[in-house]
């Protein structure tokens, strides 16, 4: 079977889940193409009307997937309404998170066939074992789909693939263009995150599965390196950049991974994340410089502990950031730091605590992002049950970066965005270097002359 894959994105990366998904279809002997659209805010549908259609005559598939977050919905129903006019016999299909968590939002729409709940690879491959021998995939786990009177079925997800060395690795010749872009190259050694923070998607993800208990799984250390050795024969690249929610949960694990690590690629250097109260035991921190590793980015969100606590389920204490912040740079790491404004029920004050903790750091970078409440989440319900939320103002963004969503005033949505610019200048003042006003520059000048979104 021919599977076009389909992503609308706000800006040019590595699609590390689309690749997962294309290795795993090629190994099912599919014939996968990618089709990546980038979209800005204003941007419509049919702006992009001519790119698609001419895929669809190029490549005439069998099935279309669209790869969902709730920021690219609308595009997703009208680019299926589309193809459906064009070429009616194909079958479309919706992944990702805003589709296995809110289906509903998806199969009113007589142009979405099915809706992927969980993780895609064995929910696609029982589709194309059930389509290729004529007979119905009413039964599938983890899908979503219509019987013949019309109806919506909804299944269960499937179980977790818990060997993850089983799987194949991704297939970057399908972001090929992208890496190429980069300087350096993006790894994952695992899945899952096992905390529940109240913005985050993990925890309504978690729920979907029967063995939710192995949520957070790990590939084995030699699968990493060789994945690592075959791309550098292909690529080039600086440092390598685990994207990992949380890297290094299982000590364990990370011996195992870092002496191997160490002694295959002694020259490279690599940049993954930690939670603060991993970056606050001297024992993990002190392993990963060690082996290498160069920059630790630590999610911290919100400065203010009691707001933090109460109303993110992030219950690590303003002690310990600053104890895992310290550490990282005692042994010469450069942090980097993830920052959220314009949450629900924040005040200024909570925000001047943020940008306090900021200059207490002296992080290396900061990144960050005004808040927007992923569906299904708790602060999402939160937003609905107070009425924060501005649907017309949601419906037209498509990043997290440049505005908020909520029913602020107009002084507190100026605040918010004044906040979100002046913590991410915070290395300015603490860790001066010109490099950052280039940096600033080239981001407003894609932003406002080349209407592209800047992520680096």
């Known amino acids: 079977m021919k599977i076009l894959l389909v992503m609308f994105a706000p800006y040019r990366t590595v699609q590390m889940q689309i690749a997962t998904l294309s290795a795993f279809l090629k190994d099912c002997d599919c014939k996968v193409r990618y089709l990546e659209i980038i979209i800005f805010p204003g941007d419509t549908f049919n702006k992009y009307e001519e790119i698609v259609e001419k895929e669809i005559h190029a490549f005439l598939p069998d099935i279309v997937g669209f790869s969902s977050y709730d920021m690219n919905y609308y595009f997703i129903i009208e680019c299926a309404t589309f193809i459906k006019n064009i070429h009616p016999r194909v079958k479309t299909i919706v992944g990702g998170h805003h589709a296995s968590s809110v289906p509903e939002d998806f199969m009113p729409y007589d142009s979405i066939d099915y809706v992927c709940i969980g993780e895609g690879e064995y929910v696609l491959k029982d589709i194309i074992d059930a389509l290729s021998k004529g007979i119905s995939v009413g039964a599938i786990r983890g899908l979503c789909s219509r019987g013949l009177d019309g109806n919506i079925i909804y299944n269960r997800a499937k179980n977790l693939i818990e060997d993850l060395d089983k799987l194949p690795f991704i297939d970057r010749s399908i972001v090929h263009s992208q890496q190429q872009e980069l300087d350096y190259l993006p790894m994952f050694v695992g899945k899952?995150?096992?905390?529940?923070?109240?913005?985050?998607?993990?925890?309504?993800?978690?729920?979907?599965?029967?063995?939710?208990?192995?949520?957070?799984?790990?590939?084995?250390?030699?699968?990493?390196?060789?994945?690592?050795?075959?791309?550098?024969?292909?690529?080039?690249?600086?440092?390598?950049?685990?994207?990992?929610?949380?890297?290094?949960?299982?000590?364990?694990?990370?011996?195992?991974?870092?002496?191997?690590?160490?002694?295959?690629?002694?020259?490279?250097?690599?940049?993954?994340?930690?939670?603060?109260?991993?970056?606050?035991?001297?024992?993990?921190?002190?392993?990963?410089?060690?082996?290498?590793?160069?920059?630790?980015?630590?999610?911290?969100?919100?400065?203010?502990?009691?707001?933090?606590?109460?109303?993110?389920?992030?219950?690590?204490?303003?002690?310990?950031?600053?104890?895992?912040?310290?550490?990282?740079?005692?042994?010469?790491?450069?942090?980097?730091?993830?920052?959220?404004?314009?949450?629900?029920?924040?005040?200024?004050?909570?925000?001047?605590?943020?940008?306090?903790?900021?200059?207490?750091?002296?992080?290396?970078?900061?990144?960050?992002?005004?808040?927007?409440?992923?569906?299904?989440?708790?602060?999402?319900?939160?937003?609905?049950?107070?009425?924060?939320?501005?649907?017309?103002?949601?419906?037209?963004?498509?990043?997290?970066?440049?505005?908020?969503?909520?029913?602020?005033?107009?002084?507190?949505?100026?605040?918010?965005?004044?906040?979100?610019?002046?913590?991410?200048?915070?290395?300015?003042?603490?860790?001066?270097?010109?490099?950052?006003?280039?940096?600033?520059?080239?981001?407003?000048?894609?932003?406002?002359?080349?209407?592209?979104?800047?992520?680096?």
Not at 200 to 229: D, G, W
Not at 400 to 414: E, F, H, P, Q, S
Not at 434 to 451: E, G, P, V
Request: glycine share 4%; net charge positive.
């Open 192 to 456: 899952g995150c096992p905390f529940n923070c109240t913005y985050c998607a993990n925890e309504s993800m978690k729920k979907l599965y029967p063995n939710q208990n192995s949520y957070v799984r790990h590939r084995s250390p030699q699968k990493i390196i060789e994945e690592i050795t075959q791309c550098k024969k292909i690529y080039k690249f600086n440092y390598i950049h685990f994207y990992d929610d949380i890297f290094a949960m299982n000590y364990k694990w990370l011996q195992n991974f870092c002496e191997l690590y160490r002694s295959c690629f002694p020259h490279i250097p690599f940049y993954c994340l930690l939670r603060p109260e991993i970056a606050a035991s001297e024992k993990h921190v002190k392993l990963l410089a060690q082996s290498g590793c160069q920059n630790i980015l630590i999610g911290i969100e919100s400065g203010s502990q009691k707001y933090r606590q109460d109303m993110l389920g992030r219950r690590m204490t303003n002690k310990t950031i600053l104890k895992g912040t310290t550490l990282v740079k005692k042994y010469k790491m450069k942090v980097s730091i993830f920052m959220m404004v314009g949450l629900p029920g924040e005040t200024f004050l909570d925000m001047i605590k943020s940008l306090w903790i900021n200059l207490r750091i002296r992080p290396y970078s900061v990144q960050t992002g005004i808040f927007f409440p992923i569906k299904n989440t708790p602060l999402y319900k939160y937003c609905v049950d107070h009425n924060l939320i501005n649907e017309e103002r949601m419906k037209s963004m498509l990043v997290y970066t440049y505005d908020t969503c909520l029913n602020y005033g107009i002084i507190k949505r100026w605040g918010i965005i004044f906040f979100k610019w002046l913590n991410s200048a915070t290395p300015l003042v603490t860790n001066f270097r010109f490099s950052l006003f280039s940096h600033f520059l080239r981001i407003q000048c894609k932003k406002w002359f080349k209407k592209e979104i800047d992520y680096k």
